[in-house]
């Protein structure tokens, strides 16, 4: 058995780009992101994938997590203030994951068609786990395309994606069709909520190959970020004979 997570936290830019409520109710960056570090250090779970970390955060987390493996992928596209100026040191956007053993690299890419959104993929003893973000906006499918292709060539032990995938799970399963896509209890929050109830949705997604999901659930994390925090068990598959 495994537990995983995974938490879009919301970068400040992007916040203040596009007049998210984080900025209005936490106007001091730096107590938001203590913030965010107290949750992800209280949490269990074994591998935690977070997207949108500044910077500032990343650095946040590694004080923070001394016993914890945390590798990040730096994107290339640096955000970029359009309506005021950034509260940070570091501004330079990461995927990052958390977990409690060591880990392997296997690859830190942004995808082709968006320098601000990409794949970070470790491999422990026990399975292959990746983070990532989509872009959505109909550069999706090509997008779940790459994630289907870079995990093809990991079929020795299972594979968990994590992350914000920008779309609906039905997409996700279509394109990785041997896949589970982790579905919440019908009664669970949207991963993405707004304040107009019609507008939330599902888009932060975990996908599992060659585990079983006994267990999903998705928790609100207040106004800490715009997207709240998905977590399931996994009961991993036994490796292959050789």
Known sequence: MITVATWNVLHRIHADNWGEEAPRRWPNEAARISAVTEWVASRSEQVIAL??????LLNSLRIALPDRTVPYFRYPRMPTPRRTAAELT??????????????????????PDDPGKGVLAVQTDELVAVATHLSGRGRTNG???RLAALTREHTDRPVVLLGDFNTGRDAVAQHLPDFTVAIPPEDAPPTRPRERAGRSRTIDHIVVRGAR???VGVEITGDRSDHNFVHAALALDPPPRI
Do not use: H, N
């Open 51 to 56: 997207q949108e970390v500044s910077g500032d």
């Open 143 to 145: 997008q779940l395309d």
């Open 213 to 215: 999901i006994t267990e």
């Open 90 to 111: 570091e501004p330079a956007e990461y995927l990052v994951l958390i977990l409690d053993k060591p880990a392997r690299p296997l690859v830190a890419e942004a995808f």
